[in-house]
């Protein structure tokens, strides 16, 4: 082989391992950006007035709120204790039906497959594996606010 195609090939070869390279990389540091790998931020968004919050019992309400650009909608239960008021997800964390509560059992019922959960939450019967998702609850200025991770 002649020195000037042997230098071309070692130039070529280069090259493309220089683009394979960069091929890797820059998707690879795309994926270890602070922004991709941060956890998600806690955000507040406004529910209902103060003066709307159950004085007892369980409230269905409707939260709407941005994440990732999207209008989003999530079905908050409210439900006053003693201790205050909490917020928990509608989502069944078995297979994400939305729950219902059922007044006269005081208890949140998963019309799927019956799963069932106590008013804090706890997942007390059929097939859930963890217990409702529980938000923050802040007031601010008479208004309630919820917690998400956005
Ligand atoms: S989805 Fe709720 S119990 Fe299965």
Do not use: W
């Not at 999530?74 to 909490?86: D, H, I, K, N, Q």
Request: aromatic fraction near 6%; hydrophobic fraction near 40%.
């Amino acid at each position: 082989m002649q020195p000037d195609r042997r230098d071309f090939i070692k130039k070529a070869l280069t090259g493309v391992l220089a683009l394979l390279g960069i091929g890797f990389i820059v998707p690879a540091l795309r994926i270890l950006t602070p922004s991709r790998v941060r956890e998600k931020e806690m955000a507040y968004f406004p529910l209902l007035p103060e003066e709307e919050l159950p004085r007892a019992g369980v409230k269905k309400a409707e939260l709407t709120y941005k994440a990732l650009g999207r209008d989003m909608k999530a079905r908050v239960f409210l439900v006053s204790s003693p201790e205050g008021v909490t917020a928990l997800s509608s989502t069944c964390t078995h297979l994400g039906c939305l729950v219902n509560y059922r007044r006269d059992k005081k208890e949140f019922v998963c019309p799927c497959h019956s799963g069932r959960y106590d008013l804090t939450g706890k997942n007390i019967g059929g097939p859930p594996p963890a217990p409702l998702t529980r938000f923050p609850v802040r007031i601010r200025d008479g208004i309630v606010h919820i917690g998400m991770k956005v």
